[in-house]
């Protein structure tokens, strides 16, 4: 059944946490594939990526309620607000659950352009794409997988007055968890990156564009209006099969930490993002930004291996990809004052270089104890969107941003995650990540501009970003 559309109520609905620990070996991607004919479908993680990231994944499905807000409507968080109010736990989380596990509530993504309704931004972009800017699903039974313990965990909300049991709650995941291990997927075999051919793939403007919006891009930063922008092109292909198929190739062969699926009945959502928005746990929030990139390929010979050491100690020992994250760095810090209590920012990781399956990434990351009285509204307002694709200082990038690229970015350089009844969130920054809508896909790429950038290499490592997506979406194309 279709959720009805969203009505508020000022009385909050009574919510007490059931759930049961299941130890089976279980194919993930049979669970994924499962939950993708289900209604309205959220995966998070997928892989065992998680490890390296918060360490669970969730399937849900057939939601209770769907919050959308759209391009020109108002106050969106005022309305978020009120839907995150409706829900309220009756009792704390139960300690012999994995701490910081989501326990339900809602998951879904927020655009890049919900920043417009945080400060005053222009409108010169196109919205050729017209999907929502806010798309949340509450859900009340979700099953998770803890990646290190290698155990299930299905959870599902008694909540007050529903006409569903929490028991019946229960055993629907337990025999979505039965189904799912009858279910064989067939991968689609690997590709090579570097093989790919983008003469037969379309763009929102063509390298001679690119160049010439960069060298504008490099005479505000000459000028001193900016430091650093984050700029992107996006690109465009047909695409027929299911997008289902293009999350398990990513999972097989791009798996990442932040990996996120979600299908409408209008489009799909691919993530392959490896960078961290915020995690809010227990009342410590978190982020990671990502600043500074070289590709990385399949170690398969003794040249393969010496080209990725070199590219590794290239990015280490940068100093512009130093500086551009130390700016990043100061961002964030500085969003987080607005939010957090005195004297508890820090600088919890400093700057380190990730390997992930297609390129080295330099990341670092900040955190912070929040006030009382912040609430997930008010930590949007100070933090969306990220500094890392935004840029510094962050309001004079995002304007510089629209007048440069010539269509909105939509869920790219947004957030993908869940907000929990517990009010315990993760979210990540929406690189990495196609759109599936009419029949086409999207992909979009960037990376941060800054007064000393090489326009050829800025230009090439967006090339290294698309292929990796474009990899998948050329495989999974072939095998359908």
């Excluded at 360490?55 to 959308?68: D, K, L, N, T, V």
Aim: aromatic share 10%.
């Amino acid at each position: 059944m279709t959720p009805q559309a969203m009505t508020f109520e000022k009385k909050s609905v009574a919510c007490v946490i059931h759930f049961k620990r299941v130890d089976r070996q279980i194919n993930l991607t049979g669970l994924s594939e499962l939950f993708s004919n289900l209604s309205n479908p959220s995966i998070l993680g997928g892989s065992d990526a998680k490890i390296n990231a918060d360490g669970f994944s969730y399937w849900a499905a057939e939601p209770r309620e769907i919050f959308e807000f759209h391009s020109h409507h108002y106050q969106p968080f005022e309305k978020l607000g009120q839907i995150l109010d409706k829900y309220k736990l009756q009792k704390k989380v139960h300690d012999d659950l994995p701490n910081g596990i989501f326990v339900g509530g809602w998951i879904g993504y927020f655009s890049y352009e919900l920043g417009r309704y945080i400060e005053k931004i222009p409108e010169t972009a196109a919205d050729d794409l017209k999907m929502p800017l806010t798309r949340l699903c509450f859900y009340d039974k979700v099953i998770c997988y803890d990646h290190r313990k290698k155990v299930f965990w299905l959870i599902a909300l008694e909540i007050t007055d529903d006409r569903v049991p929490v028991s019946e709650k229960l055993q629907w995941l337990n025999e979505k968890l039965n189904e799912s291990q009858k279910i064989t997927v067939q991968l689609p075999e690997a590709t090579k990156i570097q093989d790919i051919d983008l003469s037969q793939v379309r763009s929102n403007m063509d390298k001679a564009s690119y160049l010439d919006a960069l060298a504008k891009i490099r005479r505000y930063i000459y000028d001193g209006i900016v430091y650093q922008v984050n700029f992107s092109h996006r690109f465009e292909c047909d695409y027929k099969a299911e997008p289902i198929k293009l999350f398990h190739w990513q999972n097989q062969y791009n798996p990442s930490g932040h990996a996120a699926y979600i299908l409408t009945d209008d489009f799909s959502i691919v993530s392959a993002s490896p960078e961290m928005f915020i995690t809010l746990k227990d009342g410590i929030i978190s982020t990671k930004p990502i600043k500074g990139t070289r590709p990385r390929f399949a170690e398969t010979g003794a040249e393969s291996m010496k080209i990725n050491e070199r590219n590794f100690a290239e990015l280490a020992a940068s100093e512009k990809e130093q500086a551009e994250l130390n700016m990043i760095i100061d961002l964030e810090r500085n969003d987080l004052a607005r939010i957090c209590r005195p004297g508890t920012r820090v600088v919890t990781q400093p700057r380190t270089i990730e390997s992930y399956p297609t390129v080295f990434h330099a990341v670092a990351v900040v955190s912070g104890r929040l006030r009382d009285d912040v609430r997930f509204c008010d930590i949007m307002r100070a933090m969306f969107p990220g500094g890392s694709i935004t840029g510094a200082p962050k309001v004079s990038a995002m304007e510089i941003i629209d007048q440069t690229e010539p269509t909105v970015r939509g869920v790219y350089t947004g957030s993908i995650g869940y907000i929990g009844i517990d009010e315990n969130a993760c979210l990540n920054i929406a690189i990495r990540t196609v759109i599936v809508k009419d029949n086409k896909a999207y992909a979009q790429t960037g990376g941060g501009i800054v007064a000393d950038s090489d326009p050829q290499a800025e230009w090439d490592e967006t090339i290294v970003k698309a292929r990796a997506l474009l990899a998948g979406i050329n495989s999974v194309q072939r095998s359908a």
